[in-house]
Nanobody, 122 residues
């Protein structure tokens, strides 16, 4: 069992930056691929980024490529999402997720955090 808690969301102006954190409980954090998803009101949950167990491999949605960076620190049981050059269309609730065999689909992830709100004003 893994429990995930996100933090770091907030209100920021367009062009600004935020860093989201995802703290995981348990001693098996390094056994899971980690992903970030977001969900805006009235829209489906959308893949943002994922990272391999070791952190060596990352994958991004086209909409955030070049602006967002996913990383992890297995010693601290924490994953991160650095978001730069934020746009109003990035406004959503951001969730982190953990999965053994996980890619870009929400169904591939086993554990989810409750989410943190990111609001980007124009």
């Amino acid at each position: 069992q893994v429990q995930l808690v996100e933090s770091g969301g907030g209100l920021v102006q367009a062009g600004g930056s935020l860093r989201l954190s995802c703290a995981a409980s348990g001693r098996t954090f390094g056994s899971y691929r980690m992903g970030w998803f977001r969900q805006a009101p009235g829209k489906e949950r959308e893949f943002v980024a994922s990272i391999s167990r070791s952190g060596s491999f990352t994958y991004y949605a086209d909409s955030v490529k070049g602006r967002f960076t996913i990383s992890r620190d297995n010693a601290k049981n924490t994953a991160y999402l650095q978001m730069n050059s934020l746009k109003p269309e990035d406004t959503a609730v951001y969730h982190c997720a953990a999965g053994v065999v996980a890619g870009t689909r929400p169904s591939e992830y086993d554990y989810w955090g409750q989410g943190t709100q990111v609001t980007v004003s124009s």
